[in-house]
T-cell receptor, first 110, second 114 residues
Framework: KQEVTQIPAALSVPEGENLVLNCSFT??????LQWFRQDPGKGLTSLLL?????REQTSGRLNASLDKSSGRSTLYIAASQPGDSATYLC?????????FGAGTRLTVKP | NAGVMQNPRHLVRRRGQEARLRCSPM?????VYWYRQLPEEGLKFMVY????????ESGMPKERFSAEFPKEGPSILRIQQVVRGDSAAYFC????????????FGPGTRLTVT
C-alpha cells in the first residue's frame, strides 16, 4: 500500500528565501506525481504535475523534480513571498486513486 | 470549459439526517473520484467511478456511505444517518481517462454535523 510522507510538516522562512519541500513515497509504481497548494478552508490548486517518465517540471518560481527509483520528489520555491504561505500537498497517482501526503504548512514572513 | 463543480459548498446536517453531495465533472470527463479531508488530516481516497460503474470503493466506509455516477447528471455521494465524525471537507475530482491522466479537483463541500 502506497505511503506518502512530507517533510517538514511546517516551515517558516523570511521573505526572499529559496526553499525546498520534500515528498517521499514507498511504491515507485506510480503514473504521476502532483503538487498542490491549499489555503486554509479552501480547495486544492494544482501547481505542477510530473508524469512518471519525466524528471522535472517548472512553472514560474516553482520547480518540481521526481526520482522514482529513490521514491522522492521535491518542490523548489525560489524567492519566496508572503503570498506563498499555504499548505503544500504532494500526491502520487496509482491505478485508481491518488495518495496524498499530510502536507507542509509554509509561512513566509515579510 | 467550466471546471469541476460541487454543490452545495457548505452543508449543515443534524445527527441522523442524510447528506447528499453533488459533483459535476468537467465536460468530456467520464471518470470521477471522491476524497475526504477530515479536520487537521490529509486527503483520503474514498471511491472511483465511471459512468454507471463503481470501479474502486476501497476507501469508502462500509456502512452509511454510497456513491453513484449515473448516465445522466452529476455524481452523488450519499451519507445516511450522519454522525459528528462525518464532519469534513469532501472533494470531487474528474479526469478524461484513467491512470496517467491528471485529476482536476472541485472546490469541495464542507459538511458540518451538529
Amino acid at each position: 500500500k502506497q505511503e506518502v510522507t512530507q517533510i517538514p510538516a511546517a516551515l517558516s522562512v523570511p521573505e526572499g528565501e529559496n526553499l525546498v519541500l520534500n515528498c517521499s513515497f514507498t511504491d515507485s509504481a506510480i503514473y504521476n506525481l502532483q503538487w498542490f497548494r491549499q489555503d486554509p478552508g479552501k480547495g486544492l490548486t494544482s501547481l505542477l504535475l510530473i508524469q512518471s517518465s519525466q524528471r522535472e517540471q517548472t512553472s514560474g518560481r516553482l520547480n518540481a523534480s521526481l526520482d522514482k527509483s529513490s521514491g522522492r520528489s521535491t518542490l523548489y520555491i525560489a524567492a519566496s513571498q508572503p503570498g506563498d504561505s499555504a499548505t503544500y500537498l504532494c500526491a502520487s497517482r496509482g491505478n485508481n486513486d491518488m495518495r496524498f501526503g499530510a502536507g507542509t504548512r509554509l509561512t513566509v514572513k515579510p | 470549459n467550466a471546471g469541476v463543480m460541487q454543490n452545495p459548498r457548505h452543508l449543515v446536517r443534524r445527527r441522523g439526517q442524510e447528506a447528499r453531495l453533488r459533483c459535476s465533472p468537467m465536460k468530456g470527463h467520464s471518470h470521477v473520484y471522491w476524497y475526504r479531508q477530515l479536520p487537521e488530516e490529509g486527503l483520503k481516497f474514498m471511491v472511483y467511478l465511471q459512468k454507471e460503474n463503481i470501479i474502486d470503493e476501497s476507501g469508502m466506509p462500509k456502512e452509511r456511505f454510497s456513491a453513484e455516477f449515473p448516465k445522466e447528471g452529476p455524481s452523488i455521494l450519499r451519507i445516511q444517518q450522519v454522525v459528528r465524525g462525518d464532519s469534513a471537507a469532501y472533494f470531487c475530482a474528474s479526469s478524461p481517462g484513467a491512470l496517467s491522466y491528471e485529476q482536476y479537483f472541485g472546490p469541495g463541500t464542507r459538511l458540518t454535523v451538529t
